[in-house]
């Protein structure tokens, strides 16, 4: 029994030493992966629902490892958040957005907003405010254009730093945009608090609202809930007609999803935005 022990603990050992060289090995990747520029952007469409007009965009990181292929942001943001590069791999996030929306605005147009995701460590130095100030005025884009997406997990934090950075940041101009909205707990007590513009409501309710009431009464009383505060709604994950026609129906404002287009590179967005 004492050698059985011994040999499931090697053999736990092992595989937590296997999980972590992994970790580690995606770390040292990542962290050259930004700093030779190997990470890129995808941006998905987002719609207005009642014109299917495209407003803006939501930023998405990609990383083509060398050798792993495609490693999904699920992987590697929570890596970049564990090692503290989060906030180099934000600012680069934030730079590249707000400059591909210059371009588009130079290109004819100037309506379009840039949505970009904003992790909880971004905001622990305060560093985010300085990032999203550089890149406003580098890229020369007005603060109303762009949008911060964040989750409740942001305001749990330290909800007074947070509250501060925050403050500062509304007083730029730029919109907040509550993310993956009834997923958390107490994502109600936030919404006044900090003053948002828009609600995500989160795509496991929409997908399949449909085929389950209890989902589609969620998703319905957030939207009601949205509009009669004030904010715009969105709803994530749309992957068919069908719940695109009962979200306009719910006077829901603004989608995204498959059903409407994935997120594209950017020539291909261009090329979206040209009527192709
Ligand atoms: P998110 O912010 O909730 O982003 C929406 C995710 O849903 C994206 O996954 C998008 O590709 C996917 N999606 C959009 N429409 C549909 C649909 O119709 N069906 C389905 N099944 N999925 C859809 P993605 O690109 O894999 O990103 C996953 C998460 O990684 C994001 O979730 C966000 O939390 C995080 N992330 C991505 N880029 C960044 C970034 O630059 N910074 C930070 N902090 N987080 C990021
Ligand atoms: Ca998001
Ligand atoms: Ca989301
Ligand atoms: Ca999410």
Redesign the pocket.
């Known amino acids: 029994a004492k050698r059985e022990g011994r040999a499931v603990y090697q053999f736990a050992n092992a595989a937590m030493n296997a999980a972590a060289l992994e970790r580690l090995q995606l770390e040292s990747g990542l962290r050259r992966a930004i700093e030779t520029n190997a990470l890129r952007?995808?941006y998905?469409p987002l719609v207005e629902l009642a014109s299917g007009r495209i407003v803006g965009a939501?930023?998405?990181?990609r990383w083509d490892h060398p050798k792993r292929g495609p490693v999904?942001?699920?992987v590697f943001?929570p890596v970049a958040e564990d090692s503290g590069l989060?906030e180099a791999?934000?600012g680069w996030?934030l730079r590249t957005a707000t400059r591909q929306l210059r371009a588009w605005h130079d290109a004819g147009h100037a309506e379009l907003m840039m949505a970009?995701?904003?992790?909880a460590r971004q905001f622990q130095r305060g560093i985010v405010l300085q990032q999203v100030e550089d890149a406003l005025v580098e890229a020369d884009i007005p603060a109303e254009k762009l949008e911060l997406?964040l989750?409740e997990s942001v305001l749990l934090h330290d909800g007074e730093a947070v509250m501060a950075v925050l403050r500062r940041l509304k007083a730029l101009g730029v919109k907040l945009s509550m993310?993956?909205f009834g997923t958390g707990y107490s994502s109600l007590a936030y919404l006044r608090r900090f003053k948002f513009d828009k609600i995500k409501i989160d795509?496991s309710f929409v997908?399949d609202m449909i085929d389950d009431p209890d989902n589609a009464a969620i998703v319905r009383g957030i939207i009601s809930l949205a509009l009669s505060l004030g904010l715009d709604v969105l709803a994530?994950?749309?992957?068919d007609e069908t719940v695109a026609t009962r979200l306009r129906h719910w006077q829901c404002t603004f989608a995204?999803?498959?059903?409407f287009a994935?997120?594209m590179r950017p020539e291909a967005f261009i090329e979206r935005l040209r009527g192709g």
């Open positions: 952007l995808e998905q939501e930023a998405l990181c999904p942001p699920a943001i989060i791999l934000g996030v970009v995701n904003l992790s997406e989750t993310d993956d795509q997908r994530e994950g749309v992957e995204q999803g498959y059903h994935r997120p």
